[in-house]
């Protein structure tokens, strides 16, 4: 247990579904990450929130929508995904820069 | 050509087999990091390192900032260590942004 949760742990999803997942921490943390993990590739970042303000988009497709409503919560809204974006999607949150902690991760499916 | 590279990419030992992973990175850091990935996808931070050397249980990590290089050994390794061992780097002068390697796999049987 890192103190990062992360729900639903399992999604399966056709193309045209519309789902989110969501990621909480109460670790008093200010700044979330959202990285996609694909199988036999390195973690990938995909967007970065500081105080509730995006600092960081890794060129993100649109049909992924972040909101982070407070320090505490993080979101990952998808909407007309594709096969391809099934891959294991993990929350982290951090003080400042320092060691990150990682939440379960949810693992996605896109049929 | 990945800016952080692992080696091995999978690696098999006994129990009580004495084992080390290599990190390599081309870039210049402000950091190190360490990091183990269960079966379940839940990655824990085992070390964050700017120099030098540090020591948990079984565990030890060291970075040489001249060479661009890190070593994460485990001694007297035991089947709960199986996992996959991720190294990432903080970019000097960059945002906190963290690099990963691909990963290496570690298996240990009894």
């Known amino acids: 247990e890192t103190g990062v949760t992360q729900t639903p742990r399992h999604l399966v999803m056709g193309m045209t579904n519309k789902k989110s997942l969501k990621c909480e921490q109460h670790l008093g943390h200010n700044a979330m990450y959202w990285y996609k993990q694909s199988a036999k590739k390195p973690l990938e970042l995909m967007f970065v929130?500081?105080?509730?303000?995006?600092?960081e988009n890794n060129s993100v497709p649109s049909r992924f929508s972040p909101e982070c409503p407070n320090s505490s919560h993080l979101f990952l809204h998808l909407h007309t995904l594709q096969p391809e974006d099934s891959a294991l999607y993990l929350c982290a949150s951090t003080f400042s820069g320092y060691e990150q902690f990682f939440g379960p991760g949810t693992r996605l499916t896109v049929l | 050509k990945n800016e952080v590279e692992q080696s091995p990419q999978n690696l098999t030992a006994q129990e009580g087999e004495f084992i080390t992973i290599n990190c390599s990175y081309s870039v210049g850091i402000s950091a190190l990091h360490w990091l183990q990935q269960h079966p379940g996808g839940g990655i824990v931070s085992l070390f964050m390192l700017s120099s030098g050397k540090k020591k948990h249980g079984r565990l030890i990590a060291t970075i040489n900032i001249q060479e661009k290089h890190s070593s994460l050994h485990i001694t007297a390794s035991h089947p709960r260590d199986s996992a996959v061992y991720i190294c990432?780097?903080?970019?000097?002068?960059?945002?906190?942004?963290?690099?990963f390697g691909t990963g290496t796999r570690l298996q240990v049987f009894p």
């Open positions: 990432a780097v903080v970019r000097i002068m960059g945002t906190d942004k963290l690099i």
């Open positions: 929130y500081n105080f509730k303000e995006q600092t």
